[in-house]
C-alpha cells in the first residue's frame, strides 16, 4: 500500500511538541475505533469516535488477543494486519466483522501501523454499517429485480407460446396507424390464403370493400366506448368468411388493438329446445315487465328493455356490472332485505319498494325474485313490475287509519298535548311495525334491519302492541 505523507510535517506540526497524550488524541479523533495492540497481538486499550459505538461492548475486549474478538471468517485478516504492520506506513484496508450481542455482526475496515520497530501496532478502524446496510439494500434490491424479470420472461414465454399455437388467427394493430405490427402464424395463413402478408402490411387491407368499412366502423367504436360487437367480413378475392373482434389496450405511450379473426363454423340445425330458449329471451326482452338477472351478490348480468325504461338508462351496457341497488328502493335496505329473503327462502313474491331513474323520477315497483344457487353460473332474476298505477286499487292503500287515531281529535282540548303526542306516536310505530312485517312476509331479521332496529327492540315493541306469535323470541 503506498502512502503520500506531509512533505514537511517537521515544519508544520513541530519538532517534539505532541507528547503521547495528544498523540492518543489524535489517533482517537482520526478514527471511529482505535486500537492499541501490543507484539503478542492482545488489546491493550481501546478509543471510540462515537457514543453509538460504545453500546458495542468494546470495553469487553481488553485484555484479549485481537483475533478473538472477531469472526471466524475474520481472523486471516487480523494476522495479516499483524503482519503487515511497520513502522513506515500503515497497511492496506481490510474489511473485519465483530460479533455483536445487539444484533447484526458489526463491520470495520482496518489499517494497522506499528509505532517503532518493536513497538505496538495502532490500528484504525472505520464504522460501516451505513455502507453495509446500503450494500445489504441494493441485493435485496437486485434479488427483487431479478425475481420481477423472471417472473415477466416467463409470462412473456406463455404469450408467446400461446400466441403462435393458439388455431385462431390474431394480430397486433397500432391503433393510431393500423399498421399491423404482429401477427400469429395462423393469421399470416389466412391473410396469405387472401394474397396479403400477415405482418407489415394496414389492417384491415385483405377483406373486401363492405367488409373493410364494417370493420373501420368497429374499431372507431372500440376506440370510443373501449368495446364494440363482432363483425363479419368476407377475405378479398376469396369467398370465405371471418368474424373480426378487436380490443382496445396500452403498450407503454401506444395505443394497440388485439384483432381475432375468427373464420365461422357451419351451424348444425338448432334443437326445438334452442327455439323454446331462443323464444323465451325475445319474450323477457320485449316483455312489459322489467326483468334483472343478477350475481348472487346483486351485480347486474342482464336487464331487459322495461327495466331499463324504469332505470332510464340508454343501453344495457350502462347497467351491466352494477349493483341493483344503485336504481332499486333504499340504499342499503330494499336490496338486503330482497338477497336476504332470496338466500334463506330461494323466492320473493310482491316486495313494494321504488325505482329510481337516472334523471329523478322515481316509479313504484313490485318485485319477485327467485335464486338459482346451483345453475352453471349461480345468479338471481328480478321481475320489476310498474304499479304506479294502480296503487289506488291496492286494498292497503285505501285503507282508514285505525279508529284510535280519528278518536284522537275529538280530544283536542280536553287532554293535555304531550299525551296526544305520546299517544300518535304509538300508532304510527305500530302501523310501521306491521307494514314492515307485511313487506318482508313476517321475516322479523329483515324487519328489524329496514326499520333500523335491533332483532331485540323489535320483539319488545312486538310484545307491547301485541304484534305476531312472540312465545319465548324477547327471552331469547
Known sequence: MRVVNFESPRALLGDGDVDAVQ???????????????????????????????SRQGFDRWLGK????????????????????ATPEGPTRWRHVNHPSANGPDLPLL???????????????????????????RLVDAQQSMEGDYRRLRNAEARYRLLFR????????????????????????????????RGASRVFPDGLDAAGMQAVQDMLARVRAAGRADEVRARLAGSARDVVVSATLFREDTATMFIVRLATPTANPPPSPGADVASAVMEAIERGPDGFVVTSPEGRIHYANAAFLDLAQLATAAQANGQSLERW???????????????????????FATTVHGEYGTDADVEVSAAAVPDGALPCAGFAVRNVGRRLAADPRAGRELPRSVAQM?????????????????????RLCIEAALELTGDNRASAAEMLGLSRQS??????????????????S
Do not use: C
Request: aromatic content about 2%; hydrophobic content about 45%.
Open 23 to 53: 498523540a492518543g488524541r489524535l489517533i482517537a479523533s482520526a478514527s471511529d475505533v482505535a486500537l492499541v495492540v501490543n507484539g503478542g497481538g492482545v488489546i491493550r486499550d481501546v478509543a471510540l469516535g462515537s457514543d453509538d459505538l
Open 65 to 84: 488477543p485481537w483475533a478473538e474478538t472477531v469472526t471466524v471468517e475474520s481472523r486471516p485478516k487480523i494476522e495479516a494486519l499483524l503482519r503487515d
Open 110 to 136: 482496518y489499517s494497522a501501523i506499528r509505532v517503532s520497530g518493536s513497538g505496538p501496532v495502532v490500528a484504525f478502524g472505520r464504522d460501516m454499517r451505513v455502507q453495509a446496510a446500503l450494500q445489504q
Open 165 to 196: 399455437t393458439t388455431a385462431e388467427a390474431v394480430l397486433i394493430v397500432d391503433a393510431s396507424t393500423q399498421k399491423v405490427t404482429e401477427a400469429n402464424p395462423a393469421a399470416t395463413r389466412l391473410l396469405a390464403d387472401a394474397g396479403r
Open 328 to 350: 332499486l328502493g333504499r340504499p342499503g335496505v330494499d336490496m338486503s332485505v330482497l338477497l336476504a329473503n332470496l338466500r334463506q327462502h330461494g323466492v320473493v313474491r310482491l
Open 409 to 429: 281529535t275529538e280530544l283536542v282540548g280536553r287532554v293535555p298535548l304531550k299525551d296526544l303526542v305520546r299517544e300518535s306516536t304509538d300508532v304510527i310505530e
Open 458 to 475: 323489535l320483539y319488545v315493541k312486538m310484545h307491547r302492541y301485541g304484534l305476531g306469535d312472540l312465545a319465548g323470541e324477547v327471552e
